[in-house]
């Protein structure tokens, strides 16, 4: 009989057999999701302080690996919070280890972008990366590392200690990589310009392999307010995370458990959801048995009367923003936006908002450009499987008086505490009932001002046409009435055309 042997893996190991998972399927993909972790860290890191992100990216060439794929070396800069020196080797050299793991709208979720973007490098030059950073305090530090991909641990290879006179705080990423650029360039570019768009407070520089340098300057420095920390939700909990709350409580009791480890649970509702699941106020939550735990969990999920969550943690992007980076990126003609009241999925917070935007540079290209945004990051892969492209498609659009050959873009952003993507590679929004019927009414909202606005365009161009009739033929009927008549000066067409303007066409 075979000999069949078990072993386990570790974290980086899985990710280092299953790239494709995270993003890094082939050498154009790859280098595109290089870039993208590193900028989404750096945003993070910079609007954690709520500091206009100033976000410098260079990618240059360093040698050749094969027919279709180059070596490069990929460089990011921000002038985010930093990170302390003690994290810098996990931070960037351990996968699954982060500081987002938090019930916090943020664009890092996993403890794994960075990572996978340095191990694609590693793996494929047999390089260490750099990093360099300061929190702002005394000291820059500097790392070279690689990681340990069977121990999933971080190597330190060199490691030196600057003094900060300057009091520059960031951080600085650097590692080569193999990747093909001229492949990418185009989801790469247009990636900057999506970020621009919904990030309309950042400076973002790219320079590329050639050398060309794009600049997306940012159109205000008004920041949307932080997001912030948030208790657990009862309806979205899990046995797993009741576990967890109960190793770590300080309270002795379910009624203090309640109040404090959970979201909008006061003093009025523990009581009431006691009651309701018979357990007893005094009862000592690390008491309680796993069956019991199951139980309170199910309890949790029926009982009707917890407060929604307060998505007073989260931190849309605001209508005057997204209008302001629309504007900016897109120059329509015309810009309609709206942002819908918070929802909630299975306990988790979530706020839509979105724009449509017609004519003035957005092409007429046979169907409407769509962007997605998930928490300020552009979605730019697997569009087909996305929430919002199936409402988009399941729309009524003629009963607004809208057609695909229209120069529409249509913009959704979705921001949460738990965005529900459905892969880590962070691609495309799963299509959730409650979702999707935000992004319809919100799409609803904005397509009826897009129809106001085309209906009153339609009638000033009838009226244009109308009066240019007029105006050409009136002077003529005067001046043969006039003859007619026998008089010698003819009458003022200027007031008469102006009796002929109708309201709404004032000025032509
Ligand atoms: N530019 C940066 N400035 C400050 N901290 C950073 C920066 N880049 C990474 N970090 C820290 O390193 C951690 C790991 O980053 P990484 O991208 O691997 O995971 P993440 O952002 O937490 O989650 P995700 O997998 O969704 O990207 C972050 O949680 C953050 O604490
Ligand atoms: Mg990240």
């Not at 590193?38 to 050749?64: M, Q």
């Not at 069977?150 to 190597?155: A, E, W």
């Not at 407070?201 to 320079?207: G, H, P, R, S, W």
Request: proline residues 7%; aromatic residues 10%; charged residues 25%.
């Amino acid at each position: 009989m075979a000999q069949v042997t078990f072993e386990e893996i570790s974290a980086s190991d899985f990710f280092y057999r299953n790239r494709d998972i995270a993003g890094f399927t082939n050498p154009t993909r790859a280098i595109f999701a290089a870039i993208r972790e590193l900028v989404e860290n750096s945003l993070d890191a910079a609007e954690s302080l709520k500091i206009p992100p100033e976000i410098y990216v260079r990618l240059s060439f360093e040698g050749e690996a094969s027919k279709e794929s180059q070596i490069y070396k990929l460089l990011v800069e921000d002038n985010g919070c930093g990170v302390p020196p003690r994290h810098i080797p996990s931070a960037f050299g351990q996968v699954l280890f982060g500081s987002k793991y938090k019930l916090k709208q943020q664009r890092g979720t996993f403890g794994l972008g960075g990572k996978m973007a340095i191990l694609y490098g590693q793996i494929t030059t047999h390089q260490p990366a750099t990093i360099i950073s300061s929190t702002g305090m005394s000291r820059i530090y500097m790392y070279k590392l690689m990681i340990d991909i069977q121990r999933n641990r971080p190597i330190i290879l060199d490691r030196k200690v600057f003094l900060n006179k300057e009091g520059w705080r960031g951080t600085v990423v650097e590692f080569s990589l193999e990747g093909d650029y001229l492949r990418a360039m185009p989801k790469i570019l247009e990636y900057f310009k999506q970020t621009a768009m919904v990030n309309p407070y950042a400076n973002l520089t790219f320079v590329d392999p050639k050398g060309r340098l794009y600049k997306f300057t940012r159109a205000t420095t008004i920041m949307p307010d932080p997001p912030k920390e948030t208790l657990p939700h009862p309806y979205g909990v899990d046995v797993e995370l009741l576990q967890r709350l109960i190793q770590v409580t300080p309270y002795n009791n379910m009624l203090e458990f309640l109040k404090n480890h959970f979201h909008r649970v006061g003093e009025i509702t523990a009581r009431k959801f006691l009651e309701f699941s018979g357990i007893s106020p005094s009862k000592n939550p690390k008491r309680l048995s796993h069956e019991e735990i199951v139980r309170l969990m199910h309890m949790l999920k029926k009982f009707k009367e917890f407060l929604p969550p307060d998505a007073g943690c989260l931190s849309p992007l605001g209508e005057e923003l997204l209008k302001t980076g629309v504007l900016k990126e897109l120059k329509p003609e015309f810009v309609a936006v709206h942002q819908r009241k918070p929802a909630t999925y299975a306990g988790h917070p979530f706020i839509v908002e979105v724009a449509i935007a017609y004519g003035g540079e957005i092409p007429q290209k046979g169907g409407f450009l769509i962007y997605r945004f998930g928490n300020r990051i552009p979605l730019l892969y697997d569009e087909a499987s996305d929430v919002s492209v199936k409402v988009i498609n399941d729309m009524n659009w003629r009963r607004y008086k809208v057609t695909p050959d229209m120069p529409i873009a249509i913009v959704v952003h979705i921001c949460s505490t738990k965005v529900p993507y459905k892969t880590v590679g962070k691609e495309f929004i799963a299509d959730r009932p409650e979702v999707r019927r935000e992004i319809a009414n919100g799409l609803r909202e904005v397509t009826r001002q897009l129809q106001r606005f085309l209906t009153r365009r339609e009638h000033v161009d009838r009226e244009r046409k109308r009066l240019g009739v007029f105006s050409k033929y009136l002077p003529r009927i005067a001046e043969f009435s006039t003859k007619l008549a026998g008089k010698e000066k003819p009458p003022d067409i200027e007031k008469l055309l102006r009796s002929v303007k109708r309201f709404g066409v004032e000025g032509i």
